[in-house]
């Protein structure tokens, strides 16, 4: 297997929005993660890497319903030729985006995601890009999720923490799941216009 430190192309940053991650309906582990987060696109960019903010658009009345506070990136993002917003409805990232052609176009065949929902959004991207041949890094402290809360009959609650490790668990067979955000590097992608035969892996 690649070594977890070969520098990747690309980073997805994964619902990273006021809603989750401040104030009341903030995740448990939200202060690590936009710290983790936070150091991941710091060093995205410098490395030249793309960075593609993902956000998404809740139903009416939800807490990231569009435009609302909640609703905004926690991230400040620095738009340009290797940094951009996308926007989705649905948990997988790819579903009905324009993200596997931005990653096709800049010539990603690695890539780091991060953020929120653990066995949701994140967990469901991330396979997304595992079944499209790209090399996938899950860092296991730069994604978070809910407590799930106990249910009569069924079973007790079950932490945030544990729910996040089993997520990436359920994918570690195809992407390196416990490298630290410390770990991972970055370095730029290909020169546009220079052929790299689609996704593969490393």
Not at 60 to 83: F, I, K, N, Q, S
Not at 132 to 160: F, K, M, Q
Request: one cysteine or more; proline letters at 8%.
């Amino acid at each position: 297997m690649t070594s977890p430190a070969t520098p990747l192309h690309a980073l997805i940053v994964v619902d990273v929005q006021q809603a989750f991650v401040r104030g009341d309906g903030a995740l448990p582990g939200a202060a690590r993660l936009v710290d983790r987060t936070a150091d991941l696109i710091t060093r995205a960019r410098a490395a030249g890497a793309l960075v593609v903010h993902v956000q998404n658009d809740g139903p009416a009345g939800a807490d990231d319903e569009p435009h609302t506070p909640g609703w905004e990136l926690h991230h400040p993002v620095e738009a340009g030729p290797t940094e951009h917003v996308i926007r989705k409805t649905h948990d997988d990232a790819f579903q009905e985006t324009t993200l596997q052609a931005r990653l096709t176009s800049s010539g990603v065949r690695s890539l780091a995601v991060c953020g929120l929902m653990s066995e949701m959004c994140v967990q469901a991207t991330a396979r997304t890009a595992v079944a499209l041949g790209y090399r996938v890094v899950l860092p296991h402290d730069a994604h978070a999720t809910h407590d799930i809360p106990a249910e009569p009959g069924i079973s007790a609650a079950v932490p945030a923490a544990t729910v996040s490790r089993v997520a990436a668990w359920a994918i570690s067979q195809d992407a390196d799941v416990t490298t630290r955000t410390a770990d991972v590097t970055f370095t730029a992608t290909p020169p546009a216009g220079r052929p790299v035969g689609g996704p593969a892996r490393n």
